[in-house]
């Protein structure tokens, strides 16, 4: 709803990547507003885990996107969690 609240974002490797790839998390036309592609790192190893806490309020009910660019990659595994709250 219009109270929503994206508290953090985890992004999880479960397998490093390989090549130059990059991601964030956003919405159309803010693609990074909520994680830019300078909060993570998906070449890092496995089992690292990257955070950001946006604390922005969703404007209503935002379709969230997360743009992937490969950057030459053809290997590699993360898991997007986004936790969100409605304050009460």
Same mark, same amino acid.
């Given at each position: 709803?219009?109270? +929503?609240?994206? +508290?953090?974002?985890? =992004?999880?490797?479960?397998? @490093?990547? +390989?090549?130059? #790839?990059? *991601?964030? =998390?956003?919405?159309?036309?803010?693609?990074?507003? !909520?994680? @830019? @592609?300078?909060?993570? +790192? &998906?070449?890092? *190893?496995?089992?690292? =885990?990257?955070?950001?806490? #946006?604390? &922005?309020?969703?404007?209503?009910?935002?379709?969230?996107?997360?743009? !992937?660019?490969?950057?030459? @990659?053809?290997?590699?595994?993360?898991?997007?969690?986004?936790? !969100?709250?409605? #304050?009460?």
């Amino acid at each position: 709803g219009a109270a +929503d609240i994206i +508290d953090h974002i985890d =992004v999880i490797i479960d397998t @490093a990547f +390989d090549g130059t #790839p990059s *991601a964030s =998390v956003g919405i159309t036309g803010t693609a990074s507003k !909520y994680m @830019a @592609a300078t909060d993570l +790192d &998906l070449t890092a *190893a496995a089992g690292t =885990v990257f955070t950001v806490h #946006p604390g &922005l309020g969703a404007a209503g009910a935002e379709s969230l996107i997360i743009t !992937y660019s490969a950057g030459g @990659a053809s290997a590699g595994a993360a898991r997007f969690i986004v936790f !969100y709250g409605t #304050p009460a």
